[in-house]
């Protein structure tokens, strides 16, 4: 067992991990069927990242191979924090990002992707990948791949570029998972954070036919009366969303 996951055993509280399991549907037939958790937080876990942040390639993609959820966070968040790190070489990113693209089978609930994907991928995008990876993700039969494409965006938004997150919002606006959804639907209120008015201008075209729990999500930092505006339309069209 390597240092790493040594510090994170230690750490361990089954109780803990007992309702972690059932709050990330780990049974049967849920979205993280099998996945098995030592009970530890981010911070703990983000603790152990910090110490390990110049971990191989190879070492990393041993951790992201145990079945143990917390240890495949430390790899994503050490690959989170070192493409955030701006003393970090371009080959380290390079190397980061193709690791992390070659093994999104095992970036696989909705904390895993969403801890990692904005430093990992979008800001490889920002700084001139092309973006064509996003719409090969979103693109995906897998859930998470097609989360990690609207994710990726949230660092996107940060610098002001809304382009992707509005045209990701559109493709995966059929997706049947509600954890996308979710995710669209937040990754659309954070685009509102830096401009309300294309936001409004989406949701004129879209709001009728969205998911109701994206539509909800997205409109959480508006004022009540547009809120009450656009969930009206929604409900004067008599459809029917999963959410």
Known sequence: MSEPVDRLVALADPERAEGMAAFFKTGPGQYGEGDVFLGLTVPQVTAAAKQHLLSSVGELEELLDDERHEVRLLALKIMALQCAAARTSPERRRELLDLYLRRTDRVNNWDLVDLSAPDVLGRAVLAGLPNEVLYRLAGSGVLWERRIAIVATYRLIRAGSLDD???????????????????????????????????????????????????????????????????????????????
């Open 165 to 243: 997150t509005f045209a990701l919002a559109a493709l995966l606006e059929g997706d049947p998972h509600d954890l996308m959804h979710k995710a669209v639907g937040w990754m659309l209120r954070e685009a509102g954070k830096q401009d309300e008015a294309r936001l409004l201008a989406y949701l004129d075209e879209h709001a009728v036919t969205m998911p109701r729990t994206a539509l909800r999500y997205s409109l959480e930092r508006l004022a009540p009366d547009v809120r009450a505006h656009y969930m009206g339309l929604k409900k004067r069209t008599g459809s029917v969303t999963r959410s």
